[in-house]
């Protein structure tokens, strides 16, 4: 079965600083992977999507996100992080043979002024 | 703009009681959903529904049920309320066929207690 994989429960980064969230997923082929953000007290936003193609992928928020397929990993990263940033990043995945979203457990981002 | 809406952001119910929850999107999408959400656990599928009168269950339906008699509007019920029920529900929606079939707009949540 498909499954994701994000290691880091709490990642604390200064406003600034770079920032990568890891995400690994368990499947035979190439899946479509997504990147969601769930800012306090709201739903959960799409970020960025990959589908196939490119395995640089652009999202919105200044997010980006690169498929290793050798690495099975569609890390999260992000030049420059803002205080806005803070929130919960997910990764997810849909794969064989399931039409549905599998998530991962979350990360935890905290920007520090 | 893309519109998600459920019916309560806070909701505390006692132990045995019938709950229901609401969601409406005005996105005219097929697809909608129900999800739980745990610390450590990430979000979970309860239940799922392509249309209209159709239903089926996702990773942990047990002690819940669907309706769905609208196409913008989606319930999920709780016949018997229990403490582990206790959680933050998640209401999405999504277009279907290839990509729109995961690309999910999420309403903001429901945290429920259960005392």
């Known amino acids: 079965a498909q499954s994701v994989t994000q290691p880091d429960i709490h990642i604390t980064v200064s406003e600034g600083a770079s920032l990568e969230l890891r995400c690994n997923y368990s499947y035979g082929a190439t899946p479509y992977l997504f990147w969601y953000v769930q800012s306090p007290g709201q739903g959960l936003q799409l970020l960025l999507k990959y589908f196939s193609g490119d395995t640089l992928v652009q999202g919105i928020k200044g997010f980006e996100a690169e498929f290793k397929r050798s690495q099975s990993s569609f890390n999260l990263r992000k030049p420059s992080v803002h205080w806005s940033d803070a929130a919960e990043y997910f990764c997810a995945v849909v794969g064989g043979n399931t039409d549905k979203l599998i998530f991962g457990t979350g990360t935890r981002l905290q920007v520090f002024p | 703009d893309v519109k998600v809406t459920q019916s309560s952001r806070y909701l505390v119910k006692r132990t045995g009681e019938k709950v229901f929850l609401e969601c409406v999107q005005d996105m005219d999408h097929e697809n909608m959903f129900w999800y739980r959400q745990d610390p450590g656990l990430g979000l979970r599928l309860i239940y799922f529904?392509?249309?209209?009168?159709?239903?089926e269950k996702g990773d942990i339906p047990e002690g819940y049920s669907v309706s769905r008699e609208k196409k913008e509007r989606f319930s999920l019920i709780l016949e018997s309320a229990s403490t582990n029920q206790t959680s933050m529900y998640l209401c999405?929606?999504?277009?279907?066929?290839?990509?729109?079939?995961?690309?999910?707009?999420f309403g903001p949540g429901t945290r429920l207690t259960v005392t």
């Open positions: 999405a929606s999504s277009h279907p066929g290839f990509g729109g079939n995961y690309e999910q707009y």
């Open positions: 529904s392509y249309d209209v009168k159709m239903k």
